[in-house]
């Protein structure tokens, strides 16, 4: 059975990540019940641990991983290290005494165990003691149920909030107190009226400008480095990094840049601009960029499209520089020198770029019919796909030069 690994960030009250719930398709129907819910998740762990990696999908944090009754009444669970993976239990029906037995074993084995999609019933009292961890489905419940429900047994589990969609969300629940968090409220614009509105960097803005030249000019660009103290010691870093394979020490701006190259300079300076927006609140989401970013760069030279390939690596990295700035995308693009098939990709506009990062959207999302129905899955094989994203990952680690 064909499988697609998707993973969401969980976060903890520092927005920190905790860990990431790892995605699955579970058939051609995308059922969730019988036989293909027990074999999904055995293809899920078969291909995290052996196929791809469980280190480059979490970066070892915990890997919350569904897993059936059956399953966690089978041998699967010790398999897996105990140390960073949850298993997520999902309970509809009355609780039986197995379930609460087979809890019980895989936490005596060191295991975490998480209850997901959590509604609370009486019957489930003895399944919350063999609990750590209970997830709600935020929107789905009641606040006051929710309010009650933390209150009465905090001290003896962790809250998860699921879905949450937007910053208010996310401070109502944290309020209420929740441990962690999940959803896409990362990714949505944090608009709050007395917060300034980040700008990008202007000495890098003009380097970028000096590369788009038809002849760029490596003088004014080393006056531009070399007036900001910080960019000066980031471009020394990373052109006398491993990364780059510098036998020789480089303790020059002039030779520093021509190490570099103006194709990798152009990039590296839009990786820089980037990051330096980081904070604690959007680390997760600049994160994502850059491994879109990345991702549509293998996928379009996988595909035959290489020549054009660094179009796609810049339609992924700025796909949310909207909301990283809390601008308009319109605003955004007026201060940056990109190609008209990249703006109109960032603009919603139909082209090749903008079908790609659909497509990967779809895939972070975990839209499993939306990403079936498009021919890339069919040209490149899911396990090649699985593999370049994990490529991806892999890369946007490395980026900590």
Not at 144 to 154: A, D
Not at 214 to 240: C, H, M, R, W
Not at 243 to 249: I, P
Not at 364 to 384: D, Y
Request: proline share 2%; with cysteine; aromatic share 10%.
């Amino acid at each position: 059975m064909d499988v697609f690994i998707a993973r969401q960030p969980i976060f903890d009250r520092n927005l920190h990540i905790y860990g990431y719930e790892l995605l699955y398709r579970q058939g051609q129907d995308n059922s969730f019940s019988g036989i293909d819910d027990n074999r999904a998740t055995v293809e899920l762990i078969y291909n995290s641990f052996v196929v791809f990696g469980m280190h480059d999908l979490t970066d070892d944090a915990k890997a919350f991983i569904n897993f059936s009754k059956d399953l966690v009444d089978s041998d699967i669970p010790s398999l897996l290290p105990n140390h960073n993976v949850v298993l997520e239990i999902l309970e509809r029906k009355e609780v039986v005494q197995s379930t609460v037995e087979a809890c019980k074993r895989v936490r005596e084995m060191g295991y975490l165990v998480a209850l997901d999609d959590f509604v609370f019933d009486q019957s489930y009292l003895p399944l919350i003691e063999t609990a750590d961890i209970i997830k709600i489905e935020y929107p789905a419940v009641n606040e006051e149920l929710q309010r009650k429900l933390i209150k009465k047994f905090h001290t003896k589990v962790k809250f998860v909030a699921e879905k949450i969609e937007t910053r208010e969300e996310f401070l109502r629940a944290y309020e209420m107190g929740y441990d962690y968090f999940q959803g896409y409220f990362f990714s949505k614009p944090s608009i709050i009226n007395s917060k300034e509105i980040v700008s990008l960097n202007s000495n890098i803005l003009k380097i970028i400008q000096e590369l788009k030249m038809p002849e760029p000019n490596y003088a004014v660009i080393g006056n531009i480095v070399q007036s900001d103290l910080g960019l000066t010691y980031k471009i020394f870093k990373l052109a006398n990094s491993i990364y780059f394979g510098t036998k020789n020490k480089i303790n020059s701006i002039p030779q520093a840049l021509a190490h570099l190259g103006l194709k990798e300079l152009y990039r590296w300076s839009s990786i820089i601009m980037l990051k330096d927006l980081q904070n604690i609140e959007n680390a997760e989401l600049i994160k994502l960029s850059l491994i879109r970013g990345k991702l549509m760069e293998l996928l379009a030279s996988e595909l035959g499209d290489k020549m054009s390939s660094s179009e796609f690596f810049f339609t992924g990295m700025f796909s949310s520089i909207d909301v990283l700035l809390n601008k308009s995308m319109e605003q955004v693009l007026q201060s940056l020198s990109l190609s008209d098939h990249v703006k109109l990709a960032l603009l919603g506009q139909d082209n090749k770029q903008r079908r790609l990062l659909n497509f990967i959207i779809d895939f972070e999302n975990a839209q499993w019919s939306e990403v079936e129905n498009q021919n890339l899955i069919n040209k490149l094989g899911i396990k090649r796909f699985m593999l370049l994203y994990v490529e991806a990952i892999k890369w946007t680690r490395s980026l900590d030069y």
